[in-house]
């Protein structure tokens, strides 16, 4: 299942949908189960990002001890 696609797997077939959908001859069923499939794509895409950012946020320091860096949002 998409659980198992590597981000860049999962990012290939989300632009392979995209073009798809974006030529506009895709019958309207069809073009939804499209469109359903990327939106997982873009969740899985989206979680796995998520799960980086929150490990690249406890960064090691030279002693051992975890340094939390806490990120402001814009």
């Known amino acids: 299942m ?6 860049e797997e999962a990012m290939e077939q ?7 959908l974006e030529k506009g001859d895709v019958p309207l069923e069809e073009a939804l189960t499209i469109y359903k499939k990327g939106m997982e ?5 989206h979680d796995k990002l998520k799960t980086v950012e929150e490990q690249l946020t406890s960064i090691i320091t030279d002693n051992g001890e975890e340094e939390f860096i806490i990120k402001e949002e814009d």
């Open 41 to 45: 794509l873009s969740k899985l895409c």
């Open 14 to 20: 989300l632009e392979v949908i995209v073009q798809r």
């Open 2 to 7: 998409a659980e198992t696609l590597s981000f």
